[in-house]
């Protein structure tokens, strides 16, 4: 497989560099001095082979990624948070073209946390539900990507499902609310929570990334899987069913 990597000079575009090896055809970042040895300042500077493209650069890129990939007719793989709804419309319009995996992580153990919560949240409709994530203290976007996924999962479950970001207003707390709290800690990799209470019984669902690692591996998971798959949007849940289906 040939790999191009969008924002290869980053922490985690090094990781996916690392652990996809000699399948990386291109390193591209704006930090790189010049077009040589592999890197590349720009997407367009590079048009050599390529069956898929990876971008751990910042959510900014998006438009621009998606005109490359367009045009080219390249699968792509977004591991970057914090979107606008604008950004997101344009990824789901491109789907429609090209192949397009997108998630907020690419833990498996996440995808299994996000069914898991899902599944509890039908299993306890009259539960009480918080989410609490935990990142180191550069992480920009509040709250996590990965903690609004595993809210969403749960808000498929429960339909009439109201978002609170923090809690910082006086009052009881209603049944339909799901709290997302955010910490923000030294150099925490992501670790996240959910509470399911009842009257009589709390339930908690953890998961702990102790190496950022885990990201690179899930990634080149999905890249395998993506490419050579029909247009569409792709996520965790896709490549986890999958796995299970074989």
């Known amino acids: 497989m040939h790999i191009m990597v969008h924002g290869a000079s980053g922490r985690m575009g090094q990781l996916i560099c690392a652990a996809a090896g000699n399948e990386v055809v291109a390193r591209i970042s704006p930090d790189y001095p010049a077009n040589e040895n592999g890197c590349w300042q ?9 069956d898929c493209v ?3 650069s910042h959510h900014s890129a998006t438009g621009a990624l998606l005109e490359y990939c367009l045009a080219r007719r390249l699968p792509l793989l977004i591991a970057t948070t914090g979107q606008t709804e604008q950004e997101r419309h344009q990824i789901e319009a491109a789907a429609a073209v090209i192949p397009v995996f ?3 992580n690419y833990s ?3 995808a299994a946390l996000t069914d898991l919560a899902r599944r509890a949240a039908a299993m306890f409709p009259d539960a009480d539900i918080e989410i609490v994530e935990m990142h180191h203290n550069q992480k920009l976007d509040v709250p ?3 903690a609004l996924t595993l809210a969403n999962s749960i808000a498929s479950v429960r339909p009439d499902a109201e978002f609170v970001i923090g809690r910082h207003e006086n009052g009881k707390r209603t049944q339909k609310q799901i709290g997302i709290h955010s910490l923000r800690l030294g150099n925490l990799p992501g670790t996240h929570e959910i509470h399911i209470a009842t009257g009589s019984e709390v339930l908690t669902l ?3 990334a102790k190496d950022r690692s885990l990201f690179a591996d899930g990634a080149m998971q999905a ?3 993506l490419v050579g798959k029909p247009a569409g949007l792709y996520t965790m849940q896709n490549l986890i ?6």
Do not use: C, K, M, V
């Open 42 to 50: 720009t997407l367009s500077a590079y048009q050599g082979p390529a």
């Open 54 to 56: 990876i971008d751990f």
């Open 102 to 104: 997108f998630a907020s």
């Open 108 to 110: 498996l153990g996440i």
């Open 144 to 146: 996590s990507g990965t």
């Open 206 to 208: 953890r998961h702990e």
């Open 223 to 225: 890249a395998r899987f």
């Open 241 to 246: 069913h999958e796995e299970n289906a074989q």
